[in-house]
């Protein structure tokens, strides 16, 4: 023939293949020349195994680099090596051929060499050998004369692999990989197949593959047809699933099959998370199996690759095609799901019961979104993690089909139905809702455990420095502009610092010649909007480590009473601005409120009392007075009352969600 850039045709080749995709390429050869001479029941194909002589230490064996494939098939007549010797050969296009299977071999292996007896058109024997050329001729170094052999057959010797690609080590293994690739052979209901062994080199270890058909039993129910797409014209498709036993590390899968070979698979567990792990007959927990769903089709024989390595259609529907890869593998899935009815069931079924158990005592706010979900799409062996965040991804689902449905109403609402429509959105919004509002109680919950487990001496006997229990109600040297909503916890203090205007913790007051209160808020209540600015409150926080108390010493620098009072003088002076630069508007009559909260020692209570003239609360738990000069509220309270109003505050949340 003409002579071809062989090297180029090669490179052309797909990544779509491995290592196992010539060693099947010729066995299947071998098995279609077999068949040609209607050898029967003494057909055979003898599959060696070619290692290297560098030893795998942890294995104990020798890596593969090649393989002796021998069969009793027809041989290399002339007309079988004409059509080797033509590139995109039609010679056995009525059995699938593709004309380019030889190529994909040379992509994965250095040497391609042919030894092959075949009958004369005049009934004499002959030994043809002959290797498949890298450059520009497809045969190379041919031989062809006269043999006494009395039996047709061809070893083909495939020899030194290339690329990053290998073969596992194991006999068994490599017969458990090569099995499901050639079941399709096995499996037709019109051929018989010839015996197949696997070996080393010197014939020992031999494994009939045939013989692991025991291993593999179909499934009836999971045999089934299907045609895509809905519209005409439409493509038949049929699935014919099995179980595999002793898979070892193998996985459900679904295989596209084109001329009876395997060529793409993909998992199961793509489409249905509960195929992710092999499974178990009930009856007998020893016997492991994965299931295996075998696509056949003449859409799929039409269109497979030359180097059958995929298939020419895309993934997904298009333009152009209306039948895509994954719309195929959706009915191959739900077919294989059916196969397996109860096995699936009782796993879907451990898959909610570990997502319901994570929501009651974890996550109790995505109760209702738990409710509304399939958990068709969470993986089978799901962490916690792994569940919110699923739910999470349902809840905003839900939460924009409700933003729809009342889109929907709004614009094609009638009054013939729309309390019915309305009456069914309210109802999923209030529940969005709710869902929201135990989260945060939840949060809330936790919050108040951490804040009072902040208050407690530590495993050596201390207590924690201010800062911390600090940084739980607001971050230390952060405002609000700095600080979202969700990012503190001022409510542990008072519910109305919530919706401060704006807060400042622990920075320096008139860049940094006023001090530095521990927070600073500037509160922005409804009802005091628009011209009336200075009559917002000023609320100013102090707070002191447990049990420390030295701060009432008369000669102590750090008298909080004090400090709060020099900074409501500053801010009515005028003397501290907003982070934007602008003043901070205050009258003489705008209402400001200090807060000292530390641990109320008899010490402190002396020093309130005796000292400062406050006056006790009757919880006993804080004191307070009026500084006539500045114009401030003070109230001195301990973290046990903290903790203990905020409690109460939120118990009834508690209760009413059940947490």
Same mark, same amino acid.
């Given at each position: 023939m003409n002579k071809i850039n062989i090297g180029r045709a090669v490179n052309n080749i797909l990544p779509r293949t491995n290592s196992y995709t010539p060693l099947v390429e010729v066995i299947v050869n071998a098995i279609e020349s077999v068949q040609e001479a209607n050898r029967g029941s003494d057909g055979k194909v003898e599959i060696r195994v070619l290692r290297s002589n560098q030893l795998n230490v942890e294995a104990g064996l020798h890596p593969v680099e090649g393989f002796e494939i021998t069969d009793n098939g027809v041989g290399f007549n002339d007309i079988h090596l004409d059509a080797f010797d033509t590139l995109y050969t039609d010679q056995k296009i009525h059995q699938g051929g593709r004309g380019f299977g030889r190529f994909v071999c040379i992509k994965h292996f250095k040497h391609y060499n042919v030894e092959s007896v075949y009958r004369s058109d005049d009934g004499v024997f002959m030994l043809r050998k002959f290797s498949m050329g890298r450059m520009t001729e497809i045969i190379e170094n041919e031989t062809?004369?006269?043999?006494?052999?009395?039996?047709?057959?061809?070893?083909?010797?495939?020899?030194?692999?290339?690329? #990053?690609?290998?073969?596992?080590?194991?006999?068994?293994?490599?017969?458990?990989?090569?099995?499901?690739?050639?079941?399709?052979?096995?499996?037709?209901?019109?051929?018989?197949?010839?015996?197949?062994?696997? #070996?080393?080199?010197?014939?020992?270890?031999?494994?009939?593959? !045939?013989?692991?058909?025991?291993?593999?039993?179909?499934?009836? /129910?999971?045999?089934?047809?299907?045609?895509?797409?809905?519209?005409?014209?439409?493509?038949?498709?049929?699935?014919?699933?099995?179980?595999?036993?002793?898979?070892?590390?193998?996985?459900?899968?679904?295989?596209?099959?084109?001329?009876?070979?395997?060529?793409?698979?993909?998992?199961?567990?793509?489409?249905? %998370?509960?195929?992710?792990? =092999?499974?178990?007959?009930?009856?007998?927990?020893? #016997?492991?199996?994965?299931?295996?769903?075998?696509?056949?089709?003449?859409?799929?024989?039409?269109?497979?690759?030359?180097?059958?390595?995929?298939?020419?259609?895309? !993934?997904?529907?298009?333009?152009?095609?209306?039948?895509?890869?994954?719309?195929?593998?959706?009915?191959?899935? /739900?077919?294989?799901?059916?196969?397996?009815?109860?096995?699936?069931?009782?796993?879907?079924?451990?898959?909610?019961?570990?997502?319901?158990?994570?929501?009651?005592?974890?996550?109790?706010?995505?109760? !209702?979104?738990?409710?509304?979900?399939?958990? =068709?799409?969470?993986?089978?062996?799901?962490?916690?993690?792994?569940?919110?965040?699923?739910?999470?991804?349902?809840?905003?689902?839900?939460?924009?089909?409700?933003?729809?449905?009342?889109?929907?109403?709004?614009?094609?609402?009638?009054?013939?139905?729309?309390?019915?429509?309305?009456?069914k959105i309210v109802v999923q919004a209030s529940q969005t809702s709710k869902d929201n509002l135990v989260r945060y109680v939840a949060f809330r919950r936790s919050i108040l455990e951490l804040f009072q487990k902040s208050l407690e001496k530590n495993e050596n006997g201390d207590y924690l420095h201010e800062g911390a229990v600090h940084d739980i109600i607001f971050?230390?040297?952060?405002?609000?502009?700095?600080? %979202?909503?969700?990012?503190?916890?001022?409510?542990?203090?008072?519910?109305?610092?919530?919706?401060?205007?704006?807060?400042? #913790?622990?920075?320096?007051?008139?860049?940094?010649?006023?001090?530095?209160?521990?927070?600073?808020?500037?509160?922005?209540?409804?009802?005091?909007?628009?011209?009336?600015?200075e009559s917002n409150p000023i609320t100013i926080l102090e707070f002191k480590r447990p049990k420390r108390d030295d701060f009432t010493n008369r000669r102590s620098s750090i008298n909080p009473i004090d400090q709060l009072i020099g900074y409501v003088i500053d801010i009515r002076k005028g003397k501290h601005s907003t982070p934007t630069g602008r003043p901070c508007i205050v009258s003489e009559n705008t209402p400001a409120y200090g807060y000292i909260v530390c641990d109320i020692t008899p010490r402190i209570i002396d020093w309130l009392t005796l000292e400062k003239s406050f006056t006790p609360m009757s919880d006993g738990l804080g004191w307070f007075s009026w500084a006539q000069g500045p114009k401030l509220y003070i109230e001195v309270i301990s973290w046990d009352k903290i903790i203990k109003d905020a409690v109460i505050r939120n118990k009834v949340f508690f209760k009413k969600l059940g947490i």
């Amino acid at each position: 023939m003409n002579k071809i850039n062989i090297g180029r045709a090669v490179n052309n080749i797909l990544p779509r293949t491995n290592s196992y995709t010539p060693l099947v390429e010729v066995i299947v050869n071998a098995i279609e020349s077999v068949q040609e001479a209607n050898r029967g029941s003494d057909g055979k194909v003898e599959i060696r195994v070619l290692r290297s002589n560098q030893l795998n230490v942890e294995a104990g064996l020798h890596p593969v680099e090649g393989f002796e494939i021998t069969d009793n098939g027809v041989g290399f007549n002339d007309i079988h090596l004409d059509a080797f010797d033509t590139l995109y050969t039609d010679q056995k296009i009525h059995q699938g051929g593709r004309g380019f299977g030889r190529f994909v071999c040379i992509k994965h292996f250095k040497h391609y060499n042919v030894e092959s007896v075949y009958r004369s058109d005049d009934g004499v024997f002959m030994l043809r050998k002959f290797s498949m050329g890298r450059m520009t001729e497809i045969i190379e170094n041919e031989t062809n004369e006269e043999t006494d052999r009395s039996d047709t057959g061809t070893t083909v010797r495939l020899h030194t692999l290339l690329g #990053s690609t290998s073969f596992d080590l194991r006999l068994d293994t490599i017969a458990k990989v090569l099995v499901p690739r050639i079941l399709p052979f096995f499996i037709h209901e019109h051929f018989s197949p010839p015996k197949i062994v696997l #070996s080393e080199i010197d014939d020992s270890l031999a494994i009939t593959l !045939n013989d692991y058909l025991q291993f593999i039993q179909e499934i009836e /129910e999971g045999r089934d047809d299907f045609e895509l797409p809905e519209q005409s014209p439409q493509e038949n498709f049929t699935v014919r699933t099995f179980k595999i036993y002793n898979p070892r590390n193998l996985t459900n899968q679904i295989s596209l099959i084109a001329h009876h070979r395997e060529v793409v698979e993909t998992p199961i567990k793509k489409y249905i %998370p509960e195929f992710e792990d =092999a499974f178990y007959e009930p009856d007998d927990p020893v #016997s492991k199996y994965i299931v295996k769903a075998y696509v056949f089709g003449e859409y799929l024989d039409r269109n497979v690759s030359v180097e059958r390595g995929g298939f020419e259609f895309g !993934n997904d529907l298009n333009l152009f095609e209306s039948i895509g890869k994954e719309n195929i593998e959706k009915q191959a899935a /739900e077919i294989a799901r059916r196969a397996i009815g109860k096995e699936y069931d009782t796993r879907k079924s451990k898959k909610l019961e570990r997502a319901q158990k994570f929501v009651d005592s974890d996550a109790i706010w995505l109760k !209702n979104v738990l409710a509304e979900s399939d958990l =068709a799409q969470l993986p089978l062996n799901a962490s916690n993690e792994q569940i919110e965040e699923y739910l999470h991804g349902e809840k905003l689902i839900q939460e924009r089909r409700i933003r729809d449905e009342v889109q929907k109403v709004l614009i094609n609402g009638s009054l013939a139905n729309i309390d019915s429509n309305v009456t069914k959105i309210v109802v999923q919004a209030s529940q969005t809702s709710k869902d929201n509002l135990v989260r945060y109680v939840a949060f809330r919950r936790s919050i108040l455990e951490l804040f009072q487990k902040s208050l407690e001496k530590n495993e050596n006997g201390d207590y924690l420095h201010e800062g911390a229990v600090h940084d739980i109600i607001f971050p230390r040297g952060k405002d609000s502009d700095s600080t %979202p909503f969700d990012s503190h916890n001022l409510w542990l203090i008072d519910e109305r610092l919530n919706f401060s205007n704006y807060v400042t #913790s622990d920075k320096p007051l008139g860049g940094g010649s006023l001090g530095r209160p521990d927070l600073l808020i500037y509160d922005n209540q409804v009802l005091f909007r628009g011209d009336e600015t200075e009559s917002n409150p000023i609320t100013i926080l102090e707070f002191k480590r447990p049990k420390r108390d030295d701060f009432t010493n008369r000669r102590s620098s750090i008298n909080p009473i004090d400090q709060l009072i020099g900074y409501v003088i500053d801010i009515r002076k005028g003397k501290h601005s907003t982070p934007t630069g602008r003043p901070c508007i205050v009258s003489e009559n705008t209402p400001a409120y200090g807060y000292i909260v530390c641990d109320i020692t008899p010490r402190i209570i002396d020093w309130l009392t005796l000292e400062k003239s406050f006056t006790p609360m009757s919880d006993g738990l804080g004191w307070f007075s009026w500084a006539q000069g500045p114009k401030l509220y003070i109230e001195v309270i301990s973290w046990d009352k903290i903790i203990k109003d905020a409690v109460i505050r939120n118990k009834v949340f508690f209760k009413k969600l059940g947490i």
